[in-house]
């Protein structure tokens, strides 16, 4: 099946437009026409090989909306003309102890991701949503919710569903106090998630000006991180901690805001910490630092499902496939409120 994409075919190139090849449906496949691609920071990371992992060519993209347009033989939850969306994984072996608890990302055979991954039933790679059409087996397609902006309801697929694992996990609801480090694509839909969920919301940020927006996206209150009189008036209040920045960074000067047997959760930043945990933080007030890996497929629909029940969708700046270059520089400078997502439309000019 014949699509046209934008691919990086390198890692100093620019993306640009690709022709290839996407496999037939299976009698458990999808065919998705791609209306909108939300634009991750991994999406960078990856097409620039900043982990050394990357094959080329490669499509970035896994935060896909778009419509049926097709359906396998064995398909059963969808038909042509459903609205529907694709996150980060389009299948798992689905028989090991994390796939049959629902935690495919955590496959102990291996996830397989929606681009960079090789498809385990015929080899080949998959290519992701930065493309005009998607094939994707049943199981790993989930349902937008009636009414919701497809534009604003793709990065939840990835920012959304990382934000609100944990945030079930650790049974967030009325009278809990969560705060969230970093308001950026991920902190942004945090704030929003633990809001809806009926927390008192704080945000904690270096950076002073950034009281107003974290007020209209659910935030209680502001601390500014950097200041020691602010951080001392939060010490023992929260519950969660939801971390989302997305490099080494020193996370001791949060252990003491949280309460007793309160727990720190790293969803931004995947790397070595740089700066030592103090363990006495740790040990004296059973507090624990812990991290989380976007979810599963049913949590992310119980997700979806919230969120279109709460009127939740991310903050976007909608741009064109000819504008994706530009805006990942623009990424590397935190230029963007809150998520780029791609009009795939123009992928036709």
């Known amino acids: 099946m014949n699509v046209l994409s934008y691919a990086a075919q390198s ?12 496999r ?6 999808v065919v998705i026409d791609i ?29 896909i909306i778009g419509r049926v347009r097709q359906v396998g033989a064995a ?28 935690w ?33 087996t049943e199981k790993f397609v989930l349902t937008l919710p009636e009414g ?13 569903i990382t934000t609100w694992s944990p945030l079930r996990r650790w049974n967030v609801g009325e009278g809990s106090k969560v705060a969230v480090i970093g308001l950026g694509g991920l902190g942004h839909t945090a704030l929003k998630l633990a809001k809806a969920l009926g927390a008192d919301v704080t945000l904690f940020t270096r950076s002073s000006g950034k009281e107003k927006d974290a007020f209209r996206l659910g935030a209680d209150h502001v601390v500014l991180s950097g200041d020691p ?17 997305p490099y080494d ?24 910490l740089g700066t030592p945990v103090n363990a006495g933080a740790v040990v004296r007030g059973r507090r624990a630092i812990t991290g989380s890996f976007i979810g599963g497929i049913a949590e992310t629909q119980e997700m979806l499902d919230f969120c279109g029940k709460h009127g939740v969708v991310s903050d976007v700046e909608i741009i064109s496939i000819q504008q994706i270059n530009q805006a990942y520089e623009r990424i590397l400078k935190s230029d963007v409120k809150y998520r780029f997502v791609i009009d795939m439309a123009s992928l036709k000019s």
Not at 75 to 101: E, I, N, T, Y
Not at 151 to 159: D, H, K, S, T
């Open 24 to 29: 037939e449906p299976r009698t458990d496949d």
């Open 35 to 63: 209306l909108f691609c939300g634009v991750c920071h991994t999406d960078l990371h990856l097409a620039r090989n900043h982990g050394g992992f990357t094959s080329y060519p490669i499509v970035p993209g896994h935060e």
């Open 11 to 22: 890692a100093s190139g620019d993306l640009a437009p690709l022709a290839l090849e996407r």
């Open 249 to 272: 960074h020193d996370v001791n000067p949060y252990m003491p805001t949280l309460v007793l047997e309160g727990v720190l959760v790293l969803v931004g930043y995947m790397g070595p």
């Open 75 to 102: 398909v059963q939850r969808f038909k042509a003309g459903d609205l529907v969306g694709v996150g980060c994984m389009v299948d798992s072996c689905q028989h090991c102890q994390p796939c049959l608890k629902g």
């Open 104 to 136: 495919e990302q955590d496959c102990a055979e291996g996830a397989t991701y929606t681009y960079n991954s090789i498809d385990r039933h015929d080899g080949m790679p998959t290519f992701g949503g930065y493309s005009n059409a998607i094939v994707v």
């Open 229 to 245: 009189a602010q951080m001392a008036a939060v010490a023992g209040r929260f519950d969660l901690i939801i971390d989302t920045v």
């Open 148 to 160: 919701m902006d497809p534009a604003g309801a793709a990065p939840l697929l990835c920012a959304g």
